[in-house]
């Protein structure tokens, strides 16, 4: 497995989560095994073999088109002309699609990359034997929580359980998109699963975006439900969105 189906790879700021506004290098793997109805990034959902997008340079958002799928040791290279010298071990975000999906290219390339990068891995959380075989190899886990109502799929309330379990020690939060349809026993549920492992582990609220965005209000009470059950829950929008940047 020296090769792997990539989307883009571009350096940006981290736009979710807890990390917001850390410079990160992303790495979008084609590739998912869900739908979510609020999907932004439904060009990297299959595996299409359409050519990866790889940022030149960091002195400006253009790129280059490579070819699928990309071999390993290119990827390194795409991923290390992005790194801004001054930062003393950047961060390699792992995005998608669903990057646990490559599993087996992840536990070839991971080793190559963890000595001079942290690893950042952005996941569903529903493949907990991939999390369990490659967690030494991860530093941060973003989880996220998918509620059925938002999502428009069935739960995912055992996987997550699961999932979060296996994440044990790691620097893991789960984050929970939230629309104008989600329901509070959605959230309520999602806080119980978390909390089943560890209260301690930090949720962020994170609303859609566009037609799917709920009411400012459903935030607060969603939020103070979640209180209720969790130590630290959080409200943060996408910031790469306002920004308008990738």
């Known amino acids: 497995m020296n090769y792997v189906f990539i989307d883009e790879i571009f350096s940006s700021i981290q736009g979710e989560g807890p990390h917001i506004g850390e410079r990160h290098i992303f790495v979008r793997f084609q590739?998912?095994?869900?739908?979510?109805r609020y999907c932004d990034t439904p060009a990297a959902i299959k595996t299409a073999g359409a050519a990866c997008r790889a940022q030149k340079t960091t002195a400006s958002f253009d790129a280059e088109q490579v070819p699928n799928p990309v071999a390993a040791d290119l990827l390194v290279s795409l991923c290390r002309r992005l790194v801004i010298r001054s930062v003393a071990r950047p961060v390699l975000s792992l995005t998608g699609g669903e990057p646990l999906l490559q599993q087996r290219f992840l536990a070839e390339w991971l080793p190559l990359m963890r000595p001079a990068f942290?690893?950042?891995?952005?996941?569903?959380?529903i493949q907990a034997m991939a999390l369990k075989e490659l967690a030494?190899?991860?530093?941060v886990v973003s989880m996220d929580i998918k509620l059925p109502s938002a999502?428009?799929?069935?739960?995912?309330?055992?996987e997550h359980q699961r999932f979060l379990?296996?994440?044990?020690?790691?620097?893991?939060?789960?984050?929970?998109?939230?629309?104008?349809?989600?329901?509070?026993?959605?959230m309520v549920r999602a806080a119980e699963v978390i909390a089943g492992v560890d209260p301690a582990i930090p949720l962020i609220i994170q609303p859609a975006s566009g037609?799917?965005?709920?009411?400012?209000?459903?935030?607060?009470?969603?939020?103070?439900?979640?209180?209720?059950?969790?130590?630290?829950?959080?409200?943060?929008?996408?910031?790469?969105?306002?920004?308008?940047?990738?």
């Not at 590739?31 to 979510?36: E, N, Q, V």
């Not at 893991?172 to 959605?186: G, P, R």
């Not at 209000?217 to 910031?239: H, K, S, T, Y």
């Open 31 to 36: 590739g998912c095994d869900i739908r979510c």
């Open 211 to 246: 037609v799917y965005a709920p009411i400012p209000a459903m935030l607060l009470e969603f939020q103070e439900m979640a209180m209720n059950i969790l130590d630290d829950v959080r409200v943060i929008p996408q910031a790469h969105n306002m920004l308008q940047v990738p």
């Open 136 to 139: 030494g190899l991860v530093d």
């Open 118 to 125: 942290r690893i950042y891995l952005e996941t569903n959380g």
């Open 151 to 158: 999502t428009g799929l069935r739960p995912f309330w055992d």
């Open 165 to 186: 379990a296996a994440a044990a020690g790691k620097d893991c939060f789960a984050k929970a998109v939230v629309t104008k349809d989600t329901l509070q026993k959605d």
